[in-house]
């Protein structure tokens, strides 16, 4: 048993990482977010200061999408990362007898648009945070906790590197939402290989 669910973990970072892969491909978004959730099971699990985090999915059977595999991953990694620092900190400030920590994963397909939504009920973010949370270096986190790279490369990995967008939803106390819409093929002069600067 220990074999084999190392040999998923494994597998789940090397899909992860697509280090083999540094060109546009067709890849399953799907397959990439459950490689991330691997990743980052230890941490969703139950801690002594909450119970596990509840993970609810609502795939919709996307089709595979023109994108950087390796890159799209990275993005899911911070906004699940942040997701579960948010989960943390609500945490240790609710009475958890009343309080089951959530994440929600949704896609579906709009006309010709892939859309990937993930929320948590963590404690949100006031509308003077969200201004900034794509900016360099701009972070919420204590110091030595948090360089404030994660979603501004998330932002250029969208933005620029896939021409979709990434959107961020949020109410203080209420939890966050980021939507990531990305097309379902790349333009043609889009599919020689970039690099983030």
Not at 28 to 42: K, M, R, Y
Not at 103 to 124: F, H, K, P, W, Y
Request: aromatic letters at 6%; a negative charge; glycine letters at 8%.
């Amino acid at each position: 048993m220990g074999t084999s669910r190392i040999r998923d973990i494994v597998l789940s970072l090397r899909n992860f990482a697509r280090l083999d892969e540094s060109a546009m491909k067709q890849a399953a978004v799907e397959q990439g977010l459950d490689s991330t959730l691997l990743i980052l099971q230890n941490r969703l699990g139950l801690q002594s200061f909450r119970p596990a985090i509840e993970m609810i999915k609502h795939y919709g059977n996307l089709p595979p999408i023109e994108c950087y595999p390796g890159q799209l991953n990275q993005v899911f990694l911070n906004i699940l990362a942040n997701a579960i620092d948010a989960i943390d900190e609500m945490s240790r400030q609710r009475d958890l007898k009343a309080w089951q920590p959530r994440i929600i994963l949704r896609t579906e397909l709009q006309a010709d648009q892939v859309v990937i939504v993930m929320s948590d009920n963590g404690g949100g973010m006031a509308a003077d945070v969200q201004a900034h949370i794509f900016d360099p270096f701009f972070t919420t986190k204590p110091v030595g906790q948090g360089t404030g790279m994660g979603l501004a490369i998330s932002h250029k990995i969208v933005s620029d590197q896939h021409k979709g967008s990434l959107i961020c939803q949020s109410e203080l106390g209420e939890g966050t939402t980021f939507v990531i819409y990305l097309p379902r093929k790349q333009p043609l002069e889009h599919h020689s290989v970039c690099h983030l600067a």
